[in-house]
């Protein structure tokens, strides 16, 4: 089946490192992506890794992905308010013309 | 701005209205998708079409009818809704739908839709 998971919240302290963790089912999944929603707007493609690879990163965004166990995490370093938003797992299947999200992690930054 | 425009922003509609939620892309692309976003629920994927043909239907209900006329057009025709109907109903776009390529999706902001 096609199943993307992640918790609901997380609440993290500014400057800290922030983990988004994600689970998903299907593995033959090609390639795991991360986006982000800010409030009053669509979604925008943050970062993505190719089921080959384990680990991606991207200035402050590290991606890790475990293939075997099906977990996909971000990494944010150093924290800032201008990262909260919610953050959307998705995965693509090789021979799918569609990407299944999970239901997206809410981010908050405390002072 | 992704370049994928939505209108109207916000759309309140009673059970037995008639109305229509507009997509555009300037992107080039060939495939456009509407997704519904429910509150704690995962993005919802409904409708896929890649060079103006559907190629995917996941399901939905028949009060729902899209509708894309060219690669840079899509609509979502709505009829006689329920207020679980009540979401942000969001459009996307990217390069191609298929295969082993890398798509990734460019969104528009949405549509919030409430039925009473």
């Known amino acids: 089946g096609e199943d993307v998971e992640q918790s609901l919240f997380l609440s993290v302290r500014e400057g800290d490192s922030s983990v988004i963790n994600c689970t998903y089912t299907d593995s033959s999944s090609t390639y795991l992506y991360w986006y982000k929603q800010e409030p009053g707007a669509g979604l925008q493609l943050l970062t993505y890794i190719f089921s080959n690879m384990d680990m991606k990163q991207d200035q402050r965004l590290t991606v890790l992905l475990n293939k075997k166990d099906k977990h996909l995490s971000l990494r944010i370093a150093d924290t800032q308010t201008g990262d909260s938003a919610i953050y959307f797992c998705?995965?693509?299947?090789?021979?799918?013309?569609?990407?299944?999200f999970g239901s997206g992690t809410r981010l908050s930054i405390r002072p | 701005e992704t370049g994928v425009t939505q209108t109207p922003r916000h759309l309140v509609m009673g059970m037995t209205n008639k109305k229509s939620l507009k997509c555009e892309q300037h992107l080039g692309h060939n495939a456009m998708y509407w997704y519904k976003q429910s509150a704690k629920k995962p993005l919802e994927l409904m409708f896929v079409y890649s060079l103006e043909e559907r190629v995917e239907n996941n399901s939905v209900p028949s009060r729902f009818s899209p509708e894309c006329p060219n690669s840079s057009h899509l609509f979502l025709h709505l009829h006689t809704l329920q207020p679980e109907d009540s979401a942000l109903y969001l459009c996307?776009?990217?390069?191609?739908?298929?295969?082993?390529?890398?798509?990734?999706?460019?969104f528009g902001s949405g549509t919030q839709l409430s039925v009473l």
């Open positions: 998705a995965e693509r299947h090789s021979s799918a013309s569609k990407i299944i």
């Open positions: 996307a776009s990217s390069q191609d739908a298929g295969g082993t390529t890398n798509e990734k999706l460019f």
